[in-house]
Each structure stands twice: as structure tokens, then as C-alpha cells.
């Protein structure tokens, strides 16, 4: 499985973007890449995911890189709330499971 | 959207007992649920994968008789930690594959297992 980078802590100003990176270098063609995150002592939530589309929703746009080898998820107007550990996961089309590395932390700021 | 309850949210116990943690699919039906752990600052690890009737898959390094899986039903997974120690006092958290494009994988919200 493709193996991630994230930076271990951001901080973000309350109102602002915060855009937060992940490099897969490795991705192989059939890996999607997810998006989590984790807010103290709670279970992760689901954010977005994609394969190699830019993709949007009520939460979060995830930008991919045409290469395919780094991405970045953008949270538009970031709160206090959104203060949490964010997971960057590539996973096999053919996994069953996902595989979490050490996340960033995001702090945001007021 | 797809919903995991897991319970208890938090539970102490005694070291030599056994613990028993729920996971249940509210809204839909879980042929493969996931045990995850996380002890303080580091991120989750997976445990075991629980394959509803039939025997569940253990990561390599975690004993599968003390770590007990049952799988009984398409919305229930359960987790008993047996003859509980000190070390194994961590933050458990289950999930299952929702098998739709937009969630994947939905996680209950852990269980905070302290043993004393």
C-alpha cells in the first residue's frame, strides 16, 4: 500500500482556509485517496475521498495533483470545531480495510 | 448516513477480568466490521477484521485469544478483552464498510477501556 506524508501540526486562523497537504508518491493507480479526521477521544469521521478528480462537498474540497503523488485538503472557513487530527489515507481498491498513518494535527486558532 | 454505535463509551475495570464492547450498525447491515486501537498520542492500529459468521482475521501481534471476536449477526460485532491488564487500557474503536461510494467507512466513537 502507498504509504503517506503529512506535516505532524498546522495551525489555522478562525475564518481562514486551512489547506493541509499529504504527499503519497507512491500511489498506484487503483488507490483512492481519504480523508478522515478525529476530534479529541471520538471515533474518526469521514470527510471526502477520490481517486484522481478534484472533488467538493458540505465539509471540504480535496484537490489531487495530476501526477497523482500529493493532495490537499482544503477546509473553506475553518472554526474552532474543526480543531481535530486529520488522516490522509491511500487505500487499494482492493483493500478491506483502512490503514491510518500519523496525521496532522490541526489547531485553529481565534 | 450510515451510523456505528458502540458501547460502553467508557468503562473501568478490574485487572484479571474480562471486558465485552459492542458494535452495532444502526441503519445497515455489516458483513465486515474493523477493531481498531489507539493508546495516547499515536493513531489507530488495526487489531482484527470480523467477518460476520465465520472466524475473524487478526493483525500480526495481537493474540486472538485475548482479544475475542464475535461476529454473530450482520449488525453486531463485539469485542471481549479477557483476563484484562494494565496494558491493554486504550482507546477502542470499531467501524464498518458502508459499502456506499460516498462514506466507505463509518467508526463508532470508541470505547475508553481503563484497567486497574
Known amino acids: 500500500d502507498a504509504k503517506t506524508t503529512q506535516p505532524p501540526s498546522m495551525d489555522c486562523a478562525e475564518g481562514r482556509a486551512a489547506n493541509l497537504p499529504c504527499n503519497h508518491s507512491?500511489?498506484?493507480?487503483?488507490?483512492?485517496v481519504y480523508w478522515y479526521r478525529q476530534i479529541h477521544s471520538q471515533g474518526p469521521q469521514y470527510i471526502i475521498h477520490?481517486?484522481?478528480n478534484n472533488e467538493t462537498n458540505e465539509m471540504a474540497s480535496l484537490i489531487i495533483t495530476e501526477d497523482r503523488k500529493s493532495s490537499t485538503l482544503i477546509l473553506p472557513h475553518a472554526t474552532l470545531r474543526d480543531t481535530a487530527v486529520y488522516y490522509c489515507?491511500?487505500?487499494?481498491?482492493?483493500?478491506?480495510?483502512?490503514?491510518f498513518g500519523s496525521g496532522t494535527q490541526l489547531t485553529v486558532l481565534p | 448516513g450510515a451510523v456505528v454505535s458502540q458501547h460502553p463509551s467508557w468503562v473501568i475495570c478490574k485487572s484479571g477480568t474480562s471486558v465485552k464492547i459492542e458494535c452495532r450498525s444502526l441503519?445497515?447491515?455489516?458483513?465486515?466490521m474493523f477493531w481498531y486501537r489507539q493508546f495516547p498520542k499515536q493513531s489507530l492500529m488495526l487489531m482484527a477484521t470480523?467477518?460476520?459468521?465465520?472466524?475473524?482475521?487478526?493483525e500480526q501481534g495481537v493474540e486472538k485469544d485475548k482479544f475475542l471476536i464475535n461476529h454473530a449477526s450482520l449488525t453486531l460485532s463485539t469485542l471481549t478483552v479477557t483476563s484484562a491488564h494494565p496494558e491493554d487500557s486504550s482507546f477502542y474503536i470499531c467501524?464498518?464498510?458502508?459499502?456506499?461510494?460516498?462514506?466507505?467507512?463509518?467508526f463508532g466513537s470508541g470505547t475508553r477501556l481503563t484497567v486497574v
Open positions: 467501524s464498518a464498510r458502508t459499502g456506499t461510494a460516498n462514506y466507505g467507512y463509518t
Open positions: 507512491t500511489i498506484s493507480g487503483n488507490e483512492y
Open positions: 477520490g481517486l484522481k
Open positions: 489515507i491511500v487505500k487499494p481498491g482492493s483493500a478491506r480495510q483502512l490503514t
Open positions: 441503519d445497515f447491515q455489516a458483513t465486515t
Open positions: 470480523s467477518n460476520e459468521g465465520s472466524k475473524a482475521t487478526y
